[in-house]
């Protein structure tokens, strides 16, 4: 079982929609949640973390259920802008290691 | 954030050759990272690169095939050794940001082609 899993998508949505994408860790010992935006032939950028009380930035909303394990990230009114693949990422404290697990990333294409 | 410039931005390289690729930060980091990501695949991490003393790496990558230097707070490399096919990827460096527990931010990587 992969450490971290998401959906691949692709996800195609109109502008102005809302999509929601999930994520699910299977080590308990995560610490730290991110998701990362990853353009095509670019590198990942952060997009923003993700705390237990759940966080908003703007159009983008994250939250984590540590009880389940999963994590999601909420996108409202859609722009063709926001066409990329989103990446779950998550840190273990249990290695004593700094580095990040990424997911496969979701696909996500709006059309206009 | 920390502005973080990678060399050669791409290259394509004959089988059984070695590459180094070259990572600058524009400021003193703690913690710098080297990750794979094959095509159409996600990032997979190499190794944490230590500065004076040697790399850690992660299950499947060895050091004889991926040397890494981290002579300062600044700069760090990766060797491919003896590549293969196998071994065309992007390569990408990350830094830990200062003043944040995990967060990372990423060089724009070295798309490199064996062939």
């Known amino acids: 079982r992969k450490e971290v899993e998401q959906d691949p998508g692709p996800f195609n949505v109109p502008e102005g929609a809302t999509v929601a994408f999930n994520c699910t860790y299977s080590?308990?010992?995560?610490?730290?949640f991110f998701w990362y935006r990853q353009d095509c032939r670019k590198e990942p950028k952060l997009l923003m973390s993700?705390?237990?009380s759940g966080n908003e930035d703007g159009r983008f909303t994250a939250q984590l259920n540590r009880a389940s394990q999963y994590i999601s990230l909420l996108i409202r009114d859609s722009k063709l802008s926001d066409s990329a693949t989103y990446l779950c990422v998550v840190n273990r404290l249990d290695t004593g290691r700094r580095a990040l697990t990424f997911g496969s990333g979701t696909r996500l294409q709006v059309q206009p | 954030s920390a502005v973080i410039s990678q060399k050669p931005s791409r290259d394509i390289c004959q089988r059984g050759t070695s590459l180094t690729i070259q990572c600058q930060v524009d400021s003193q980091v703690t913690m710098m990272f080297w990750y794979r990501q094959q095509p159409g695949q996600s990032l997979t991490l190499i190794a944490t690169a230590n500065q004076g003393s040697e790399a850690t790496y992660e299950s499947g990558f060895v050091i004889d095939k991926f040397p890494i230097s981290r002579p300062n707070l600044t700069f760090s490399t990766l060797t491919v050794s003896n590549m293969s096919p196998e071994d065309s990827s992007i390569y990408l460096c990350?830094?830990?940001?200062?003043?944040?527990?995990?967060?990372?931010?990423f060089g724009p990587g070295t798309r490199l082609t064996v062939t």
């Open positions: 990350s830094v830990k940001a200062m003043g944040t527990a995990y967060e990372q931010y």
């Open positions: 993700v705390y237990s």
């Open positions: 080590n308990s010992a995560s610490q730290s």
